[in-house]
């Protein structure tokens, strides 16, 4: 175990920082909603998107009492709500505590970590990780320094897959084919190999020597710049066991495709996406009535049901959630846009419902300004409406955007993204 780790503060790094931050962190959280022009919203944060079936329906009914009904899945498997009334932050607040999805009032906003969805029930990967959720969530919330975390800063659980080893996490965790586990700190090319047993309370205290080397000036990882290349070795400074290792490849995992789930022993599990993030009312209750124990939700805008006969799936597709890996909605998705967001230059969403064609290729993502938000990690289409009223259009692979295209004529839209989600170019 990990009782005799040091404590002495990190030393200040002689490399500068990228990115210095002069005010704190506004990430809207349970506690503290954001202002919209729908409305307030709410963030919860869901470890690893586990959520049992009774915690499942308090959230939607929080949703359709307090809010406009609807469930709106974000990149890291959290749950916002949107259209609260400005005065419901107490009510919201005891529900959430009622169904045990407020542990601890300090740290729900840092509460920030995705994990292999399909986890223990395919037979891929190289261990179930579901075990390490509990336990990390309870070392997050039991330090005090890790209540400091940015509510942008993630915490990410990876089986072996390489699913959510992909999504950027500021610590990445991810099970060895031996049994025990690498930690990554960002992007850097050096991992810790611990023990599966330790590798919980070594991703809170990577967390915790990041805050400490950034002294609360960077929400990130990545915005320490080079620096962050210095926190891996006073991690392991601190590790009573633990040693260094080259990264190995980290290979991106594909996420979990809609349908039927099949498990090593016979049984089945179902997987489903939501057009957009945004799951109604009735699809959520349906999706309650159909899980047998939890719903895990993932950084895809999906919902993953484990031991659910596979014939329920057909009862799911007529609600509107997308359970074919043929539809038209994969890999499509949106910010809120208008009439939600004030920021945004249009109505994002439904000019993504227009837009949609049958091909596939690479994600798409609408975004109603230049700030993206919810955008996709990794190779995508990124598509930003414009003030004249069209749409720029640029593929995006290994981070660099190609010259952007830009669509003044609606009808033109789908063919133009049609055509930019088939791109093979090689640059």
Sequence with gaps: MLAAMSTAPVPSSSQAAAVFR????????????HPADDGALARVRIPGGVLRVDQASALGRAARELGDGELHLTSRGNVQMRGLHADCGGELAERLSAAGLLPSWRHERVRNVVASPLSGLDGHGFADVRPWLPALDELICASETAA????????????GRGDVAGLGADVTVRATPDGDAWLRIGESDRVALVSAED???TAVLAAEVFLESSQGRAWRVAELGEAADDLMGEVLARLPQGRAA???SWPVGVPPRPGVVENPDGGTGLSVLAPLGRITAAEWTQLTAAASSEARLTPWRGVVLPTVPADRLAALSTTGLITDSASPWLGVGACTGRPGCAKSRTDVRTDAAAALAPGGGLPAYFSGC???????????????ATEAGGYRISVVRDGRPAPATTIDDPPQL??????????????
Aim: glycine share 10%; charged share 30%; hydrophobic share 40%.
């Design 246 to 248: 080259v990264a190995p």
């Design 370 to 384: 230049e700030r993206r938000c919810g955008r996709p990690r990794g190779d995508h289409v990124d598509v930003v």
């Design 199 to 201: 590798a919980p309370a």
């Design 22 to 33: 002069d005010r704190g962190d506004a990430c809207p959280g349970a506690l503290r909603l």
């Design 148 to 159: 400091g975390l940015s509510g942008r800063f993630l915490f990410a659980l990876d089986d």
């Design 414 to 427: 789908a063919t133009a993204l049609a055509a930019a989600r088939t791109d093979d170019t090689d640059d």
